[in-house]
């Protein structure tokens, strides 16, 4: 039995193979299996795996007539193979520090309250990496324990899926793999296991490069689109919302849910969670243009009020911050805490 497991979906990544594989080969910790997928490639990209499988017999190859197709197939195909306890993910266009394996493992081991580690991530290379990328992995970096996971859950998938360490049990039996839905797979994953109060943590160490191309899934998938991760949001916020019965139908709620702002972040997302049953008592913002207006949407009209009035709302509602604009998801937690709100207490912050 290895000590951790790697599984590594392939598709057309041939011109990147050879590094990936070799950072798994070099690293520090030597007891592991890789378990590469083939999920329909028409490049060289089987060739290299075999030809390292057959020199390395810690790798194994699956062939794309294995799973049905799809990277969630190849993922489970992998799963369903695995030995350690530990498993990691690996995307085949990307690169290991070589000590990532090896600490990855040791905080799981020495942490048995943990069901997944991760790191810091490194994008490379510079001259594809934009303002908005830069801001999304600061952000994700600024969480490094299990309740700031927990806590911007609903903001943005709040880890690098290939980046992370897992126990295998808890992903098989729990979690049951991974699921075929209309969103990313991975953001899917980590929700299901925040839901299920897991706990992830986040070495402080920049363990894994993630590399940035015109091909890569994120670029190229629907499931990676802006509404597609708007879903997934609003799919797990309604069941945690719905569970504490709030912004319910009348009748079943206990507490009445308001949004914090009226821009057209907080509008889509309180649209979409009237579709999911959850209907939002109205909109809070700071702009006076909008205070003493209503937000309309298919015969639903909402009241958008002040901050002032909002605080003096009894019983004390449920908000829900969603504003789009820099620093606006502090602004508010700010705000709420200096009122001696708790956050998944009397609000949550989704944007």
Known sequence: MPRVSVIMPVRNAGPWLAESLGSIEDQSEQDWELIAVD?????????LLRAHAARDRRISVLGAS???????????????R????????????????????ALQCGALEADDTLFAVTCRVRPFPDSRLRDGMVRYFDWQHSLSAPEEFA?????????????????????????EGWRDVAWPEDWDLFSRAFEAGLKIRRLPE??????????QATRCDDRYSEDSFRAARVHFLARALRARAIGAQPGARERDLWVMGAGPVGKKLGKALLAEGIDAAGFVDVDPKKIGGRVDHEGRGWPVIGNAEFRRLAPRPFALAAVGAAGGRQQIRELLEGWGWRESEDFYVAA
Request: aromatic share 4%; net charge negative.
């Open 39 to 47: 999920d329909g490639s028409s490049d060289d990209s089987v060739d």
């Open 206 to 215: 920049t363990l894994y490069s993630w590399r940035l191309h015109a091909g």
């Open 151 to 175: 806590r911007d859950r609903f903001v943005e998938s709040p880890l690098l899926h290939p980046s992370v360490a897992m126990r295998s049990q808890v992903l098989t039996e729990t979690l």
């Open 82 to 101: 695995v030995r350690s306890p530990l498993t990691a993910r690996m995307d085949a266009d990307d690169v290991c520090d070589r000590d990532r394996l």
């Open 66 to 80: 294995s799973h049905g197709g799809g990277i969630v197939n190849a993922l489970n195909a992998a799963l369903a």
